[in-house]
């Protein structure tokens, strides 16, 4: 055995000139004729892995047990660190202020591997403590001595039907793996990770990363909404789809990591939306800052954003600002997150506005698919007749515009929708086994895209648009009139006591009654049939802005009626209910 | 070999599914779904280029596993991208041939299937060389119990490998024919000849063997056995396809016997033995004018009746409207019987069902205007039809023999004359069955 290490050591002893080496206890050299130590050591070799027939590393003295090919040991914890890093790097390319990073974001993380006892505290459960630097760890993991069957792991399942599926032939595989080894995967707590139990200490997921990432928007006031900010998330501004793609080479993402790094479904409004208050009541984070008049989360500036938006007349936003005032929703107490407060109505800022706009439509308009018509009936007569002043502001006109222009769009959203890559460069994989096979195939799928892309013709992988906060823009300066905003309501408006109010004496509640939102998950329930045209297209058209269902839309424009009406329905006095067809 | 459009045989077993507009959640599944009812409005808009946009975006789907699916994405994959590349204008053989290389590797479950299509193409495009290798390599794929399982495809391509060998045999001996005319001999072609008549030999009779429509290996094969003087085992050959119950009904299996028992000068009993069954399965047949003609002149009472039968039936068809070699059977018989007083009763049995439309049918006023123009002899032999049937006094026979006369024709001068002598015939063909009318 001496000699097989020794072997290849030819050097002359300095003291006797003799090759003639052989091994202390303690590894070194010494030559066997004289007894000259020398500072030479043996190379270990981990043989761990020797039945593996990848290229091992050999690592001097260090018994390190290295998982393959020169990767290093790293936590979950860690990768979603770095998934923050990313995103709120790219937030910062896109105008956030830096605070937001260094200081924000970065507590707000701290705080949670405290509270989840994954770092900053004396004795992690059943985790080792370590730092926050990336592949540097020097202990290992404790030994669980219950250590999960994979398929218990593989049964748990969170993430959609896909990763399932894959799971489930991955588990035929990895059965058959000794009982010796661990469960697979590349982060060192992947399994322990995917733990049921772990429920109580609100376990980190990739939608997660967008709540916090969006809860320090919140925290700095920046103006960006939710659904703008998932917005910019699809189109690819902020990393989330195939962030891993960043993570550093040592870092080798494999097993069952894939069930938590890896993406395939856009995130969901409601989902980020409450995820981000369950964390921000986790976290036990005081009141955050004031939502007030002048920020742009305020109802009324939204207001503004969506009327531009909805090409609908400036005017209208009196009328926005009088609603909001009415029923209290400009209030800063009203506006501003309580965490922990389960009593107020989490406000949907975005949503909410869209909503104020719909019912101030409903109350000059009335929207039960005829007044609206006439009303834009006498409007086209006026217009007509005097060239001079201000146009009245036409609703036909205005809906044929904006439906043209949505149709066109809408058509193209589902054409990306339809086009949408989901998978990158970096190939996936659960075990070493299946990795020929999977860059076998993933090389099959890059020569069949450049061959048929090629064939595409002059239609090319389109950049990515710039993001934008605007979806729908409308200039003034088209000479078709395609453009609402500067129109005017006089048509609709008449003068009592000196006050401008509506001409439309009516108003049809979406709802009589409010269901309970704890029980059935919604304020009321919208089914389109049961509804005027007019609604629903108003409906449609924020649906579209916000990419959320129009049924969350609809629950907020019930809820700002029943605040508004209150009285009157309190009286119950002669308005009719939801017009049915 | 027609054309091989099979993504449209199972086109209706996709599904279709429209990406509804207020839906704002997305994930892969859903993604590849619409990205798939994409490609096929594409394709089925013949879109080629917009269908290769899509396809582009759908082909990630491989790194999935859809083992649940019904079809899985791989099989998607090759069958719209052989569509596309063969009908996009600036796709190559080339291209193609590369492809379709790729997709043998995807699914071994598949593979002679793929190699089979891809002998299709080849041949579509008139590459019988290259054709015939790719056959030979299918040929010799082995793969553990896969080979065993994918049984019917090797079947097919021996096949069709003993077709292509038919092919060259038939070259072959026209060389050799030429060469016997100017008075050379080529004893090297003549034995290449026999070389793929062997090789052809083996594997076409294997597959006629297995019940199924096999027309152009039959043909091969008794063009063969033909050649070589094996008549007995040509006629075995044909019987079996034709009569064999496990065989799927098949008219052309009846057609083939048919001009083989006439080349070979058969008696007329076969010969109409051959064409009983299909008559029954095709009555609208081109060939019913020939066996008409043989039952006609039959001495056999029960022969001459299905002859009427017959005719009658082929001309309820609108393919035979205008045939006038049909009409002149039908006038022909019809005169006969007529003539001879006797068997009227089997006029009026097959004119009983076709009373009420054929005159609207055969013999409107309008017809009668464009077959005078067009063909005189369809008229003339129309027109007997119509006044033997309908009297002289229908609208048909009026103005045909009237347009005939005016242009001073004999033969529609004796028609004229021969419908008013039997003019009353009619009445006893179409009034109902009453003993008291002597037939």
Redesign the interface.
């Known amino acids: 055995m001496d000699e097989e290490d020794t072997r290849d050591f030819n050097e002359r002893c300095a003291q006797c000139s003799e090759v003639n080496w052989g091994l202390t206890d303690g590894g070194g050299f010494y030559c066997r004729s004289c007894h000259n130590v020398i500072e030479r050591t043996r190379e270990v070799v981990n043989t761990d892995f020797i039945t593996n027939s990848r290229v091992q590393t050999i690592s001097k003295g260090s018994k390190k047990q290295e998982k393959s090919e020169g990767g290093c040991e790293w936590y979950v914890c860690e990768g979603f660190q770095l998934v923050l890093k990313k995103q709120v790097e790219a937030l910062e390319a896109l105008g956030v202020h830096p605070q937001m990073k260094d200081e924000i974001l970065c507590n707000f993380w701290r705080c949670y591997l405290q509270k989840s006892k994954q770092a900053y505290c004396k004795r992690p459960a059943a985790e080792a403590v370590k730092t926050l630097s990336v592949c540097e760890s020097s202990t290992d993991v404790d030994s669980d001595p219950e250590r999960p069957s994979v398929l218990h792991l593989l049964s748990l399942s969170e993430s959609?039907?896909?990763l399932q599926?894959?799971c489930s032939?991955f588990a035929s595989s990895v059965s058959k793996v000794s009982e010796s080894t661990s469960v697979y995967s590349g982060s060192v707590d992947g399994s322990l990770y995917l733990m049921k139990n772990q429920k109580e200490k609100l376990r980190m997921t990739m939608p997660m990363t967008l709540s916090f990432c969006y809860m320090a928007l919140l925290w700095m006031r920046e103006p960006i909404t939710l659904s703008e900010f998932l917005r910019f998330v699809v189109e690819g501004h902020i990393p989330y789809l195939n962030v891993f793609e960043h993570f550093p080479e040592k870092m080798k993402l494999c097993g069952l990591d894939l069930k938590i790094f890896c993406v395939?479904?856009?995130p969901?409004?409601e989902e980020v939306f409450n995820k981000m208050h369950e964390l921000a009541a986790y976290l036990d984070l005081p009141r955050f800052p004031d939502i007030t008049e002048s920020c742009f989360l305020h109802p009324d500036m939204l207001c503004m954003k969506y009327l531009m938006e909805a090409n609908l007349p400036d005017e209208l936003h009196n009328w926005t600002c009088r609603v909001v005032k009415k029923i209290g929703i400009g209030e800063v107490d009203f506006l501003t997150l309580m965490p922990g407060n389960k009593s107020t109505r989490k406000v949907k800022y975005d949503v909410l506005a869209a909503a104020v706009i719909i019912v101030v439509l409903k109350l000059l308009f009335l929207l039960d698919d005829r007044y609206e018509w006439l009303l834009s009936e006498f409007a086209e007569e006026r217009n007509k007749n005097n060239t001079e002043g201000a146009h009245y502001f036409e609703f036909k006109r205005w809906y044929e515009v904006v439906k043209h222009s949505l149709d066109v769009k809408?058509k193209k959203?589902?054409?990306e929708?339809?086009?949408?890559?989901?998978?990158c460069e970096k190939p996936l994989f659960y075990s070493v086994k299946k990795k020929s096979k999977?860059l076998k195939?993933?090389q099959?799928?890059v020569?069949?895209?450049n061959?048929?892309?090629?064939?595409?013709?002059s239609?090319q992988r389109a950049k990515k648009p710039n993001p934008s906060s605007f979806q729908l823009s409308w200039s003034e300066e088209n000479a078709d009139g395609s453009c609402f905003h500067g129109h005017s309501l006089k048509g609709v408006l008449q003068e009592k006591c000196g006050l401008l109010t509506a001409m439309n004496p009516d108003y049809w509640l979406c709802t009589v009654k409010l269901c309970n939102e704890k029980l059935c998950g919604h304020l009321a329930h919208y089914r389109e049939v049961e509804f005027p045209q007019s609604y629903h297209f108003v409906l449609?058209l924020f649906?579209f802005l916000l990419?959320?269902?129009?049924s969350y839309i609809h629950d907020e424009v019930c809820m700002i009626e029943h605040k508004l009406f209150n009285k009157k329905l309190y009286k119950k006095l002669k308005y009719n209910t939801v017009l049915r067809k | 070999m027609g054309s091989v459009d099979f993504f449209f045989l199972f086109c209706s077993v996709c599904f279709c599914c429209l990406v509804s507009s207020n839906e704002h959640k997305l994930n892969f599944r859903k993604s590849k779904e619409a990205c798939l009812s994409y490609v096929q409005d594409a394709l089925l808009q013949k879109q080629w280029k917009r269908a290769a946009e899509f396809l582009t975006c759908y082909v990630e789907s491989l790194e999935k596993d859809y083992s649940r699916e019904h079809i899985s994405p791989s099989e998607m994959i090759w069958r719209i991208g052989t569509e596309i590349l063969w009908h996009h204008s600036q796709s190559s053989m080339k291209e193609f041939n590369c492809f379709i290389e790729q997709m043998k590797t995807l699914g071994v479950k598949r593979f002679l299937k793929v190699c089979l299509e891809h002998v299709f193409h080849l041949l579509c495009n008139g590459q019988i060389d290259e054709a015939y290798q790719n056959l030979s390599l299918a040929e010799s794929w082995r793969f553990g119990e896969q080979t065993a399982i994918q049984d019917k495809e090797m079947k097919l391509i021996q096949a069709y490998r003993g077709l292509l060998d038919y092919y060259s045999w038939s070259k072959q001996k026209n060389i050799l024919l030429e060469h016997g005319e100017d008075g050379f001999s080529d004893l090297a072609v003549e034995q290449e000849m026999h070389g793929y008549f062997r090789k052809a030999a083996v594997n076409l009779k294997e597959i006629i063997k297995i019940p199924g429509v096999w027309d152009i290996f039959v043909k091969s094969y008794v063009d063969l056995l033909e050649f070589y003087g094996d008549h007995n085992e040509a006629h075995q050959v044909l019987n079996e396809y034709a009569y064999n119950s496990k065989f799927p009904a098949n008219p052309n299996a009846h057609v083939y016997l048919y001009q083989f028992l006439k080349r070979q000068g058969e008696s007329k009993k076969s010969l109409i033995s051959a064409l009983k069954i299909l008559h029954d399965i095709v009555p609208s047949h081109e060939l019913m004018i020939d066996f008409n003609t043989m039952l006609q002149k039959s001495k056999k009472r029960k022969k001459r009746r299905l002859g009427l039968e017959v005719i009658f039936t082929a001309l309820d068809y609108a393919g035979w409207k205008e045939n006038a070699k049909a009409w002149s059977c039908l006038a022909r018989q019809v005169k006969q019987i007529v003539i001879s007083e006797k068997h009227l009763d089997w006029i009026k049995q097959e004119w009983s069902s076709r009373k009420d439309w054929w005159p609207a049918f055969h013999f409107s006023r309008y017809l009668a205007k464009r077959n005078w123009q067009e063909n005189k002899s369809l008229s003339y032999e129309k027109a007997l039809v119509a006044g033997l049937l309908l009297g002289k006094d229908c609208k048909y026979f009026k103005y045909v023999s009237h347009q005939g006369c005016k242009a001073q024709l004999k033969r529609f001068r004796m028609l004229k004359k021969f419908v008013n002598r039997h003019n009353l015939v009619y009445m006893r063909i179409s009034g109902p069955p009453d003993s008291s009318v002597q037939p």
């Open positions: 959609e039907g896909d599926t894959d032939s395939e479904s856009w969901v409004y809408q959203l589902d054409e929708r339809a086009k949408y890559l989901w998978r999977v195939r993933r099959m799928v020569n069949l895209q061959q048929f892309g090629k064939l595409s013709g239609v449609g649906s990419r959320i269902q129009p």
